[in-house]
């Protein structure tokens, strides 16, 4: 009984052993760059959702907004341009007129990963699809939790901008006239 324990592995099972190890890390290594972009794609989803949330929280919070000197107690926005499929603006509504304007700036976010907007659409799920802008704002008025959601031109119920990685996998982000903010 000695004997059987000092013989260790006959060759037949270290070949079985490595051939196992073999392919499981194969199958890791072939699967891990679609891994990295599904993870990049929820990760440029979840941000933009919490800048959502950010500017709701800067609205509810009646943060204080100063231009020129002058300080505003406005509501906030995020402003997305299909034009500009790597970024999107964060904004102070001061002149309330619920869109984007160019000294209304509080920052500019800048996606880190290589996704980009694919679509911007309004009223897709109380129209057929199809529906889609070239630009969304999303405006939080104070002290209301409501939304005003706007497109190119026209105030819309709900807003669903769609991201995309570089091989074509979409998420979806729908925001509410309600202030909901959903990622699928």
Not at 21 to 50: D, G
Not at 126 to 132: A, E, K, Q, V, Y
Not at 138 to 146: E, K, S
Request: proline residues 4%; charged residues 20%.
């Amino acid at each position: 009984m000695y004997n059987d324990f000092m013989r260790g592995f006959t060759l037949v099972e270290m070949i079985i052993t490595v051939g196992i190890f073999i392919v499981i890390t194969s199958l890791i290594f072939i699967n891990y760059p679609q891994f990295i972009e599904r993870v990049s794609l929820t990760r440029t989803s979840q941000e933009i959702a919490l800048s959502l949330h950010q500017a709701r929280t800067y609205a509810l919070s009646v943060k204080q907004f100063t231009l020129d000197g002058v300080s505003y107690f406005a509501g906030y926005g995020i402003y997305f341009d299909i034009s500009t499929p790597d970024s999107y603006i964060l904004f102070a509504d001061i002149n309330e007129n619920r869109k984007y304007d160019e000294y209304e700036k509080v920052e500019e976010f800048k996606i880190q990963t290589h996704c980009k907007f694919a679509n911007l659409c309004i009223n897709q799920k109380s129209s057929p699809p199809g529906n889609c802008v070239s630009k969304v704002n999303v405006v939080y008025q104070r002290p209301a939790p409501d939304v005003s959601i706007k497109g190119d031109a026209s105030f819309a119920s709900d807003a669903e901008i769609y991201i995309e990685s570089p091989s074509g996998i979409q998420k979806l982000i729908t925001v509410w006239s309600t202030g909901q903010v959903s990622v699928e």
